[in-house]
Every structure is written in structure tokens, then in C-alpha cells.
T-cell receptor, first 110, second 116 residues
Framework: GQNIDQPTEMTATEGAIVQINCTYQ??????LFWYQQHAGEAPTFLSY????GLEEKGRFSSFLSRSKGYSYLLLKELQMKDSASYLC???????????FGKGTRLHILP | DGGITQSPKYLFRKEGQNVTLSCEQN?????MYWYRQDPGQGLRLIYY???????QKGDIAEGYSVSREKKESFPLTVTSAQKNPTAFYLC???????????????FGAGTRLSVL
């Protein structure tokens, strides 16, 4: 089966750091993606992890632990424009599909 | 500029009516996808196409139909058999099929469909 869990909503303050967690269960893991989606807009790609460890890309970093079925997206130096939903998506080996979680809506306070 | 274009942005459907959502890409991608997004839900796969002239049902294909006669076009028809069509519909494309190697999906801006 396939199960992806992320918090529904989070709130953080401008300039701070926030960590958005994603846990998954899948029959055959083939990579994990993070997408950002502003309200009413298209999701845009943020990061991809297939090996354990941390991938850093500017203010955003993504971490993966395959043995724990766990990933997080770390956002530093938060800006108001980071207010969006963050979607965790897992690649599945058996049919090569990508399964999306329900997303975490992040609110940034001034 | 390369990208994916969805039209219209907003669409209204009457009872018993079929409506077609357009999706065009000029990225020269082989694979294309249609997703449905409901409030508080993840993206759910309706149909996908790995290559031109081929398409497969996704997880929620009932009440929908597609065609892939040209590489750049993947229109979705919401038929009258789809009893709950109100949702945000997203089209995506990727260089090829599957998640291997970080095969990124690029999304269009979406079509919001409502029932009159």
C-alpha cells in the first residue's frame, strides 16, 4: 500500500526557520519529491532525494532517511512569499507512479 | 518561453454536459498527466500518457476521458458520468515516465471547474 503523512498546517514567523516533516510507507521506494504550491497556482518543484542525507539548495534543504520512511523540508530565513502549501510526493517502484501527500499549508506571520 | 498552458482558467458545467479541459506543452516532453485536487486532499491521478498515442487510467479515471493524438496536447473531457466534477484540475508533463532520476513533473496553472 501507500501512505504519506504530513501536518495539515503550520505557522512560523518571518525570518525564522521551519521544518516540515513527511513520513511515508510504500511498497518499493523510488525517490521523494517536494513541491511548493501557492494558493490557486501550479505546484513547482523544490527538491528530490533518493539517497539518505541532506540536500541543500539556498534557503531550502531536504533530508531523507529511507530506513525510517522519513523526510523533512527545512526552510530558513523565512519570507512572506514562503506562505504556501508544501507537497511531499513519493515515487513507487512497482508501477513507477508518484504519489502525492495532502500537503502542509504554511502560514508566515510578520 | 517553454511551459505548460491550461485553458480555460475557470469553467462551468451544466447538468448532463460534457466539458473539455485543454493542456498544451512545448517542452518536448513524452509523458503527460492529469490530476484532480480537492480542498484538503492531495493530487489524485486521473489519467496519464507515457508517450504519444498511448494513455492509461490513473486512480480515479471513472467519468473522465482523454486523448493523446499529438505529443504536445493532452485534453481531458469531464463527462456527465462524473457526478462530482467540482475541483481544481492540474495538467503536468515530464521528460519521460516514472520518478527515476528525479524526473520532475512541470505543472500548468490549472483549471477550476464548477457545476452550475
Amino acid at each position: 500500500g501507500q501512505n504519506i503523512d504530513q501536518p495539515t498546517e503550520m505557522t512560523a514567523t518571518e525570518g525564522a526557520i521551519v521544518q516540515i516533516n513527511c513520513t511515508y510507507q510504500t511498497s518499493g521506494f523510488n525517490g521523494l519529491f517536494w513541491y511548493q504550491q501557492h494558493a490557486g497556482e501550479a505546484p513547482t518543484f523544490l527538491s528530490y532525494n533518493v539517497l539518505d542525507g541532506l540536500e541543500e539548495k539556498g534557503r531550502f534543504s531536504s533530508f531523507l532517511s529511507r530506513s525510517k520512511g522519513y523526510s523533512y523540508l527545512l526552510l530558513k530565513e523565512l519570507q512572506m512569499k514562503d506562505s504556501a502549501s508544501y507537497l511531499c510526493a513519493v515515487g513507487r517502484n512497482r508501477d513507477d507512479k508518484i504519489i502525492f501527500g495532502k500537503g502542509t499549508r504554511l502560514h508566515i506571520l510578520p | 518561453d517553454g511551459g505548460i498552458t491550461q485553458s480555460p482558467k475557470y469553467l462551468f458545467r451544466k447538468e448532463g454536459q460534457n466539458v473539455t479541459l485543454s493542456c498544451e506543452q512545448n517542452l518536448n516532453h513524452d509523458a503527460m498527466y492529469w490530476y484532480r485536487q480537492d480542498p484538503g486532499q492531495g493530487l489524485r491521478l486521473i489519467y496519464y500518457s507515457q508517450i504519444v498515442n498511448d494513455f492509461q487510467k490513473g486512480d480515479i479515471a471513472e467519468g473522465y476521458s482523454v486523448s493523446r493524438e499529438k505529443k504536445e496536447s493532452f485534453p481531458l473531457t469531464v463527462t456527465s458520468a462524473q457526478k462530482n466534477p467540482t475541483a481544481f484540475y492540474l495538467c503536468a508533463s515530464s521528460i519521460d515516465w516514472g520518478p527515476s532520476g528525479g524526473n520532475i513533473q512541470y505543472f500548468g496553472a490549472g483549471t477550476r471547474l464548477s457545476v452550475l
